[in-house]
């Protein structure tokens, strides 16, 4: 049996010749009707994207999420449905059809498929999802791309109208390319959704002589106080440790206070966190806004 380039359109393989039907229904199983994959294959969001493209009989319009992970976006779970602009209106499970008008100048290709720009894939994103997951994947596009919110809002010029407007423009708001993570983006939300001057990310702290001894997540430069989240990465690579340790204790040094803070504290000890943040942030001259 040939190896096949996969996910793949059954009838094609069979009707080539390339695939004897025995064969696929021995060492294949369907993602979608008629587009199939080899079995035990973990299928990631791009297969899925591609398999949802061929399910379109190559019609269809990569968008949302699936435009996403063709531009480079990380954080894409492999689970997600695959989003496509096309005109049928009853997909299979783990496909999600929009019906939108596309405006030339909107679409392009990646990777031989074609999909949304970042522009208006941003755009869908902020007006379909709920406000902390909107900003969380346009910081993951954001991060991948080139894309800007004036990029946005000009694709939003051209939809006047559209549904979910008003939050886009909030989402708009809050995003920053500068996080390079879903838990960043939500340390970051939860700061300014509390009233915290809005931070900056990812700060190149120097010393005296100019050189960076630290890169913070996010923080007030002016005030010297920063905010780091802890990911298992920085407990589970002893490399990333020992460079912890290091720019920690040298921070104070250089007059900065850094609180960091985990996954747990933010869904379960949110107090305590601003708390910290609020006390270094008056400790070292910022007004009260929180």
Known sequence: MQTVPWPFIAKEMLDAEVLTFRELRRFHAAIYPGVWAPRGVEISALDRARAAWLWSSRRGVLAGLSASALLGAK?????????????????????????????????????????TTPARTAFDLGRRLALTPAVQRIDALMQATDVKVEDVNAVIDCHRGVRGLRQLRRVLELVDGGSESPYETLTRLRLVC???????????????????VARLDMGWPEYRVGVDFDGAHHWTNPKQRSKDVERYARLPELGWTDVRVTSSMLHNDLGAFLGRVGRALVAQGCPRTW
């Open 75 to 115: 954080w894409i779970e492999p689970e997600a449905a695959a989003e496509l602009v096309y005109v049928n209106r009853r997909p299979p499970a783990q496909v999600v059809v929009h019906s939108d008008r596309l405006l030339p100048g909107e679409t392009q290709q990646a990777l031989g498929l074609l999909i």
């Open 194 to 212: 509390n009233s915290f001057p809005r931070p900056d990310t990812q700060i190149r702290v120097r010393d005296e002589y100019g050189f960076v």
